[in-house]
């Protein structure tokens, strides 16, 4: 029982091994080298402190030596990761997923811009459409101004002999500085007034 359980932990064990991933195991090897340096470098400094001759020197290169196999290892290590990340990122970007990911988007996109190109178009052309209404509007306001106050005035012509020049005068410079402020309302009153002296 005992050694079917150590068996079963011993295969956890080696199973969660070997799912670790290889850079984090060469990241502890590293270390370990990084460590093994110093406890190297650490014994030639006993050993120069003892006094053995030739053997502190030796020492000395081997912590060194140590200690740059394990820089080195980090770094192509980490060149290796910073590749496999660029190439897969690459694969990624040209994958066939990705490039019909980016084609919905893009039509998606043109999609919601030519909506917005109607909508405001639409609005552009409502709003000529208003300013159109309103000149028009405008030019005849201005044109029925311009017919009753020229009734007003072949009316004044025809009473001009019935009433006095000052009342003429007067009617006369009512119906001009009507027709300039543009008051159509006042130009009515004007002409039943007119109206009424007949």
């Known amino acids: ?65 140590t200690l740059l196999s394990a820089f080195a290892l980090l770094l192509i290590t980490g060149l290796l990761l910073i590749g496999k990340l660029i190439v897969t990122a690459c694969l990624d970007y040209f994958s066939t997923r990705q490039r019909l990911q980016r084609r919905l988007l893009f039509s998606q996109a043109k999609q919601e811009q030519f909506k917005q190109l109607f909508y405001f178009k639409k609005l552009q052309i409502n709003y000529f459409k208003e300013v159109k209404r309103k000149r028009l509007l405008t030019a005849n306001n201005r044109q029925q101004l311009q017919a009753l106050s020229h009734a007003i005035n072949k ?44």
Do not use: C, H
Not at 8 to 29: E, Q, Y
Not at 157 to 169: A, E, F, G, W
């Open 1 to 65: 029982m005992a050694v079917k359980a150590f068996a079963k932990k011993l295969g956890t064990i080696a199973i969660r091994a070997i799912k670790t991933p290889v850079a984090i195991l060469i990241v502890r090897i590293a270390l370990l080298l990084l460590l093994a340096a110093f406890a190297v470098l650490t014994s030639a400094d006993l050993l120069l402190w003892l006094a053995i001759p030739g053997l502190p020197g030796l020492m000395t290169q081997l912590g060194l030596a």
């Open 155 to 198: 009316d004044l012509l025809m009473l001009k002999p019935q009433i006095s020049k000052t009342t003429y005068l007067q009617l006369q410079q009512e119906n001009t500085r009507y027709r300039n402020q543009q008051d159509i309302e006042a130009l009515l009153t004007l002409q039943q007034k007119i109206a009424t002296l007949v």
